[in-house]
């Protein structure tokens, strides 16, 4: 059986509104995951005290209710396989979202260096219809939507001679 952490300590001295914050972040914890950026704009948008939000945030991290690089792994994977992108889309996805650099910096690489870019490339490029690699036009249009789904050139090059390998 898991153990739960019923521990209560403080909590007839604690100040009402770090209460209703802790509750209300508790509320968007259950819905789904976030970043402590993320966290402290939703907790702001609802006009909690600055004080108040750092002192909720500083208990959610410490009790693993926010675990950024957890976090981050989950949705490195979830955008590349499920979504088809490349590496530098997931990062600029990842800054937006609200990841500390330091996070996106520390995690990047060996989380990408599980995830086959190439074959997940290959993927989106056997999606496109009307796919001619003989013609340079289709070709460079093939290109240019595989970069802006995030690829590197060197992975759409391996993908073309896969494409063209197996073909």
Same mark, same amino acid.
């Given at each position: 059986?898991k153990e739960i952490d019923i521990s &209560?300590?403080? /909590?007839?001295?604690?100040?009402?509104?770090?209460?209703?914050?802790?509750?209300?972040?508790?509320?968007?914890?259950?819905?789904?995951?976030?970043?402590?950026?993320?966290?402290?704009?939703?907790?702001?948008?609802?006009?909690?005290?600055?004080?108040? /939000?750092?002192?909720?945030?500083?208990?959610?991290?410490?009790?693993?209710? &926010?675990?950024?690089?957890?976090?981050?792994?989950?949705?490195?994977?979830?955008?590349?396989?499920?979504?088809?992108?490349?590496?530098?889309?997931?990062?600029?996805?990842?800054?937006a979202k609200g990841?500390?650099?330091?996070?996106?910096?520390?995690?990047?690489?060996?989380?990408?260096?599980?995830?086959?870019?190439?074959?997940?490339?290959?993927?989106?490029?056997?999606?496109?219809?009307?796919?001619?690699?003989?013609?340079?036009?289709?070709?460079?249009?093939?290109?240019?939507?595989?970069?802006?789904?995030?690829?590197?050139?060197?992975? /759409?090059?391996?993908?073309?001679?896969?494409?063209?390998?197996?073909?």
């Amino acid at each position: 059986m898991k153990e739960i952490d019923i521990s &209560i300590e403080g /909590i007839y001295k604690e100040d009402d509104g770090v209460r209703r914050a802790r509750e209300k972040a508790m509320v968007y914890l259950s819905y789904s995951d976030h970043t402590v950026r993320s966290m402290y704009e939703k907790l702001s948008e609802n006009g909690f005290d600055k004080d108040d /939000i750092d002192n909720v945030i500083s208990f959610l991290c410490d009790r693993g209710y &926010i675990n950024e690089n957890d976090y981050f792994e989950r949705f490195c994977i979830h955008n590349a396989e499920k979504k088809g992108y490349g590496r530098r889309r997931i990062e600029m996805m990842a800054h937006a979202k609200g990841f500390s650099k330091k996070t996106i910096n520390d995690r990047s690489d060996e989380v990408f260096e599980n995830i086959d870019f190439v074959d997940i490339c290959l993927g989106q490029l056997k999606k496109i219809k009307s796919l001619d690699l003989s013609d340079r036009k289709s070709k460079d249009k093939a290109i240019a939507s595989l970069m802006r789904k995030g690829f590197s050139l060197s992975d /759409i090059r391996s993908a073309i001679a896969l494409y063209l390998e197996n073909e």
